[in-house]
Structures are given as structure tokens and as C-alpha cells.
């Protein structure tokens, strides 16, 4: 018994609230948007290297990366280390920027519209207004 209530039922219990407030799901789209927000941050952050003032700098990236993969991808990851450290490119680094701001939000925003499933609240701000309130957050 789990605080007066027999383990059948707390377990049927906790399926039936799963599958009501749509928990797999909404675990999926967080974990989706997430993760992808992940891969134009890292593009962002390397895009940012060459516009700072130290002195090598890609040596140093090179020599961590080399210690932290195998060998094979450490080779494949080193000429695109290279080639994008090589120049300062603002176009990328705002497209990865705007992207990176893009796929975090639509987290939060995905995190916002659960939240409002597992505790029923009424809406009374459209679509745009949450995306704003995403971003900012």
C-alpha cells in the first residue's frame, strides 16, 4: 500500500494521468527541440572564436578535441574546426544565432503548452504572445 491506496490501483492510476496529461509526447517535442537547439549553439560558439583576441586559440580547441575523440573523427573534426576558424563569418554566426534562438524557444514554448496540459489553465494570450514569452525566458 502506497499512502492508503493498493499498488493496482496508485499503478492505474499513474497510467491513466500519463496518458491524459500526454507525457510521452511532450517529453518527445522537449527533447526534440532541445537537442536541436544544441547543434547551431555549438556553431554560434565557434563562430564567435575567430572574432576574439587570442592568440592559438585553434591549437588549443584542436588538442582538447583530439584528446576527447577517437582518432578517426578527430580527423574529420579538425579540418572543419580549421576551415571555420580559418575566417571571421557574420552571416553564419547570425544564421546560427537566430537558429539557436529559433529551436530554444520553441522548447520553451513546447515546455509552456505542457505545463498548461498537466494543470488545466485558459489561454487568454494567442500563439505569438508565448513565442515572445518563450524567447524571453
Not at 560558439?45 to 572574432?51: D, L, R, T
Not at 582538447?64 to 572543419?80: F, H, I, K, M, T
Request: charge should be negative; glycine fraction near 6%.
Amino acid at each position: 500500500m502506497i499512502y492508503g491506496v493498493s499498488a493496482k490501483k496508485f499503478v492505474r492510476d499513474l497510467y491513466q494521468e500519463t496518458n491524459d496529461d500526454d507525457v510521452y509526447n511532450g517529453a518527445a517535442a522537449l527533447g526534440f527541440y532541445l537537442t536541436l537547439a544544441i547543434f547551431p549553439a555549438i556553431i554560434a560558439m565557434m563562430n564567435v572564436i575567430p572574432y576574439l583576441p587570442i592568440a592559438r586559440v585553434d591549437e588549443a580547441i584542436m588538442d582538447l578535441l583530439g584528446q576527447a575523440l577517437p582518432d578517426e573523427a578527430s580527423v574529420l573534426v579538425a579540418g572543419v574546426v580549421d576551415q571555420v576558424l580559418s575566417q571571421q563569418r557574420g552571416g553564419l554566426l547570425s544564421f546560427s544565432l537566430l537558429a539557436t534562438l529559433w529551436a530554444a524557444s520553441t522548447g520553451m514554448y513546447a515546455i509552456m503548452r505542457h505545463l498548461n496540459i498537466m494543470a488545466p489553465i485558459k489561454e487568454v494570450a494567442g500563439p505569438s504572445k508565448h513565442h515572445f514569452d518563450a524567447a524571453s525566458s
